[in-house]
């Protein structure tokens, strides 16, 4: 995935939030990132400082909340957590027709700006 | 403004992308338009199936399309050479097509009495899996020259894919790859994927995919 274009977004999202609040400094952004997004929170990490260069999030703090892939299973009326971004099986009854309910969050969901 | 302040924003990063995906399946469903996303890794025999299927398919489905590379229209000029109406996007450095430079490719792109779209990505097995370019479905392909254990690999793409097309399967005998092991492993991923195994060379296959094919339309 494209980490350092994810990065861009966020920024083009707090930008115009800034100008939005009449805000001149950005001090922190906090995103949600889903274990199931197929996005590498490290790597994001890694390209936001770059990518902030010039903008009003020049020197802010990106705050990463990992969200945990959970499933449901209609079968068992249960939640579990997919092992990974492969398949969301039931564990109790190998069901298939497991919906997935958390886990790929890709979203700037709070930022600290004045 | 006085002091820093919290503000709550609950924006989805990749939504520019989305909604302008959101506008291509509104115009396309005006005229009638049903959109098909072909994805694989370079290679695996994308252009050569569309060319054959535009060339089996003519009088009986009207079908333009685009076509997706960093660089030169090659795969265009093939597809031109079908008779169909067809667009080059390069993308130059990006890796996958999204839905911008589609929505761009379609002003250039005569609507009139199609009704198929063809849309073949660039090849790459991860990134095209998470863009939205505003098509019906994502239609993936793999070869018997790769690894059978390619949906696991890869499980993203085969997981947001509605069918996958096993191409090549006339180099199957020169090769090691275990053809009903690839299904189950597209299964694993994702239980309800469609399947058609052909190859564009011998025909092999080709009815099944056509018949499939012409189910998806309008």
Redesign the interface.
């Known amino acids: 995935?494209?980490e350092m274009s994810?990065a861009i977004?966020?920024i083009?999202?707090v930008e115009a939030?800034a100008k939005e609040?009449?805000?001149?400094k950005v001090?922190r952004v906090t995103?949600d990132i889903g274990e199931l997004s197929?996005v590498e929170a490290d790597a994001v990490a890694f390209c936001y400082e770059a990518s902030a260069k010039g903008s009003v999030a020049e020197g802010s703090a990106l705050i990463i909340n990992r969200i945990k892939g959970r499933a449901f299973c209609p079968e068992c009326e249960k939640e579990f957590t997919p092992p990974?971004?492969?398949?969301a099986?039931c564990p109790d009854c190998n069901g298939?027709?497991c919906k997935i309910i958390a886990g790929e969050e890709?979203?700037?969901?709070?930022?600290?700006?004045? | 403004?006085s002091?820093?302040?919290?503000?709550?924003?609950?924006?989805?990063?990749?939504a520019?992308n989305d909604e302008i995906a959101q506008a291509i399946r509104a115009r396309l469903a005006e005229t009638g338009v049903t959109a098909i996303n072909f994805t694989s890794s370079p290679g695996s025999g994308k252009t050569t199936l569309l060319a054959r299927t535009l060339t089996d398919l003519k009088g009986e489905l009207n079908i333009a399309v685009l076509e997706g590379d960093q660089e030169t229209d090659n795969d265009a000029r093939k597809i031109a050479e079908t008779g169909a109406k067809v667009v080059q996007i390069n993308t130059v450095s990006a890796c996958h097509l999204d839905a911008n430079m589609v929505s761009r490719a379609l002003n250039d792109l005569d609507f009139a009495g199609t009704d198929m779209l063809f849309i073949e990505n660039v090849g790459n097995l991860?990134?095209p899996?998470?863009y939205d370019l505003g098509e019906k479905m994502k239609v993936a392909l793999l070869s018997v020259t790769e690894g059978d254990d390619k949906p696991?690999k890869y499980?993203?793409m085969f997981?947001v894919a509605g069918a996958m097309i096993i191409t090549k399967t006339d180099l199957a005998p020169h090769v090691d790859f275990d053809i009903d092991l690839c299904e189950e492993n597209a299964r694993?991923?994702?239980?309800?994927i469609h399947i058609v195994r052909l190859s564009a060379k011998t025909g092999d296959g080709l009815s099944a995919w056509y018949e499939y094919l012409k189910s998806l339309a309008n």
């Open positions: 995935m494209h994810i977004g966020i083009d999202i939030s609040n009449g805000a001149r001090n995103v197929g990974s971004q492969r398949s099986v298939f027709e890709l979203q700037v969901t709070q930022m600290e700006m004045e | 403004m002091g820093p302040k919290v503000v709550t924003i609950k924006k989805d990063i990749l520019k991860v990134c899996a998470s696991l499980p993203k997981r694993k991923v994702n239980p309800g």
